[in-house]
């Protein structure tokens, strides 16, 4: 009698964990100008493409309880694509993933020197950070490409190879997707007619002026490589 007894407690208390429970739903939409892979939960949907939404993925969700739902995605104009959306019971969510970033890129035409360095800031950044060619060149005749996170305006340092400096202040807001005042990708040629500045040390950006303590953004640069 007492199992029975038991028995219909844990039956009534899961009948009741069933009854305050509710579905919550998600699913994602490809709003990159390019075909995207993404990962829902650990559940992956490749090549969407542009505005084409995944399946919708579904928890059951207990009133008061939410569901932290990672999202990961890669695509040509993604850049360490990675967010969270919280689902609550009840909720049906489409989650947009947009262009978070455009293309620098470097043409050499000099006819004889080489770009050794490439140095790529953010305008309102106080140091060039690091050099982003690695152990590669652009010799004359190649041109070189970056992502970088979009919504600033970038700097752009080259030092040849005759340890020669060049500066770009950058007026242009790079954008994933071309818009009013932004860019997709911002070009830049190497020639034989650059101005050439002083050399600097490569981790002052700006000379006399008086820097303030700021917080950066969270960006980030990713090569490309070589483009024809």
Known sequence: ????????IILAVALLVISCSEDGKLTVINKSSEQIDVIIDGTPYNDLSYNEESETETWSIAFGDEKNVPITATGYWLLDYS????IGPGDDVLHEINSNCGKIQISNNHPSLSIW????????ATEWGDDQLGSDIIAPGETYAWFATSGY??????????????????DETLDGDATLGA???ISYT??????????VPIKTKYKDVVRKKTAQPNVSVEKIGKVK
Do not use: Q, R
């Open 117 to 124: 360095y490439v140095y790529l800031s953010v305008s309102t």
């Open 190 to 199: 190497f020639s034989a007619s650059a101005n050439i500045v002083p050399n």
């Open 83 to 86: 967010d969270e959306v919280t």
């Open 153 to 170: 305006t970038w700097d752009v340092k080259i030092v040849d190879s005759n340890s020669d400096s060049y500066e770009i202040y950058g």
């Open 183 to 185: 860019e997709e990708t």
């Open 1 to 8: 009698m007492k199992n029975l007894t038991k028995l219909i």
